[in-house]
């Protein structure tokens, strides 16, 4: 998670959001709070967001793979569809 910008002040002391802070509350909203409010997670609970994070992306990489086997498989079937129709007509 990215730098807090609690420290972040215009000219005029008025605190500014940045564009990398609007993505961290874009990407979730909750983090971005604890953050914000100086919430710092232990270690054992850091640990425990670390090997969500991977589950996560092992699971978004199988899904991925998924959708790619679909659409060469849909591919696959409208080709053979399109040869079968210019066969027989």
Known sequence: MGE?????KNEDGRRFVSASELGEFDYCALSWYFTREGYRPSQA????MDNGT???REAEEEIESGNKM???IGVALAVVAVVLV????
Not at 4 to 8: D, E, I, P, V
Not at 45 to 48: E, F, N
């Open 4 to 8: 807090s910008g609690l420290q972040k």
């Open 45 to 48: 609970s850091q640990k425990r």
């Open 54 to 56: 991977v589950a996560h």
């Open 70 to 72: 679909s659409v060469t």
């Open 86 to 89: 210019v066969l027989f007509l």
